[in-house]
């Protein structure tokens, strides 16, 4: 199994920016896809952005243009850089992976995750 660890959320103001990482440990060899979900207060956990370990990326169209994921594979390390950020970007950044080449978009297919990082922005 993956241990996940996420960190770098705090309170930002709108505008401004945040660099989060999630450092994975544990059976590691087997990663192919890494990527962020968050979960703002009364919705459901959602698929921010994703990178396969050849680099691909993909982005839910609300960060487009914002975020950008990228990963150090030595370091077992998943980043996400999030620049000009909005009130309606506040949510818990949870981290996953996993050995295919995508994430699911379907948080619940994953039983496995990290404490996560909060992540709030005031307008």
């Known amino acids: 199994q993956v241990q996940l660890v996420e960190s770098g959320g705090g309170l930002v103001q709108a505008g401004g920016s945040l660099r989060l990482s999630c450092v994975a440990s544990?059976?590691?060899?087997?990663?192919?896809?890494m990527g962020w979900y968050r979960q703002a207060p009364g919705k459901q956990r959602e698929l921010v952005a994703t990178?396969?370990?050849?680099?691909?990326?993909t982005y839910a169209d609300s960060v487009k243009g914002r975020f950008t994921i990228s990963r150090d594979n030595a370091k077992n390390t998943v980043y996400l850089q999030m620049n000009s950020l909005k009130p309606e970007d506040t949510a818990v950044y949870y981290c996953?992976?996993?050995?295919?080449?995508?994430?699911?978009?379907?948080?619940?297919?994953?039983?496995?995750w990290g404490q996560g990082t909060q992540v709030t922005v005031s307008s």
């Open positions: 996953n992976a996993d050995w295919k080449s995508h994430l699911y978009s379907d948080p619940s297919r994953y039983d496995n």
């Open positions: 544990g059976s590691i060899f087997s990663i192919n896809a």
């Open positions: 990178i396969t370990s050849g680099g691909t990326t």
